[in-house]
């Protein structure tokens, strides 16, 4: 018997030759454990799948998928989170998802935890490519994960930690913070094309701990926190970091309302 195991299944221009974004999702079967599997997005057929894990019981994780570095569109899941710990790159071939590239170590998911959006993406060191962000083993670090070239392959390596208060108890969340003096060195900055500065927070029992990037990803798909924000343009950066900052900060009333407003403000002047 098979379901759809995930609950956030997601819309990705995975294959770029047929016009339109497919549907992502992940489908488990009893004997076999669970596969990622690409629909058409209007007509739901069957486009492409991966190769199961084999063994019932065994899930995985999707994330993302996105262009990571010179065209190279990957989708992103991790496998079997609590067990295997693997962040796996899978490209499309015809009919299938053929793994490309992983790396050990990374998890998106504690045992018997309802938090189910604890990954993403995001260019936080503003290299211009997009690292994948999961947590270590110990949950009390989340790290940066990026496609590189080595020779004429790409491996998969960890590019920046970011060291927690305590062990992440929450959601990961994502968010495009917009200054005027952004918006106004912009000539079409109504229209989209907005620089922004990235911002990713995940709480710490009562401590939140904030990371401030340079801008995220365009046209990313993802479960989870979906980051998302147009193509930047030559703006100032001024208001970014040319490397991630990273802070904690005790979680008060005062600050969540600093943080809802300036959220509150971004999407008032994006729109």
């Known amino acids: ?60 994780h999707q994330l993302l998928h996105a262009s990571f570095g010179s065209g190279n569109r990957r989708l992103v899941d991790i496998l079997t989170p609590h067990l295997g710990k693997t962040v796996e790159f899978f490209r499309l071939d015809g009919s299938q998802l053929l793994k490309s590239e992983d790396i050990t170590g990374y998890t998106t998911h504690k045992y018997n935890s309802r938090n189910l959006d604890m990954g993403g993406g995001a260019d936080m060191d503003n290299d211009g490519e997009i690292e994948v962000v999961a947590f270590s083993d110990s949950w009390s670090q989340a790290n940066g994960i990026q496609l590189q070239r080595s020779g004429s392959s790409f491996q998969a390596y960890e590019v920046w930690d970011w060291d927690l208060a305590s ?10 913070l917009y200054y005027p003096e952004e918006l106004s060195s912009c000539t079409d900055a109504f229209s989209g094309s907005e620089q922004g500065t990235a911002m990713l927070a995940v709480g710490s029992g009562s401590v939140l701990n904030v990371m401030m990037g340079h801008r995220l990803p365009d046209t990313l798909g993802a479960s989870g926190p979906v980051i998302t924000t147009p193509t930047p343009c030559d703006c100032d950066n001024a208001f970014s970091t040319a490397s991630p900052t990273r802070s904690s900060f005790v979680l008060t009333s005062q600050l969540l309302a600093i943080i809802t407003l300036l959220t509150l403000c971004s999407q008032w002047i994006a729109s």
Do not use: C, M
């Open 1 to 60: 018997v098979a379901v759809f195991e995930g609950i956030s299944p997601f819309f990705a221009d995975v294959d770029q030759s047929v016009p339109g974004q497919e549907l992502v999702t992940t489908v488990s079967d009893t004997g076999k454990g669970a596969e990622l599997r690409i629909y058409h997005g209007k007509t739901l057929e069957l486009l492409a799948r991966s190769d199961s894990i084999g063994q019932s019981n065994r899930w995985r």
């Open 167 to 176: 062990e992440a108890t929450s959601n990961l969340a994502g968010t495009t």
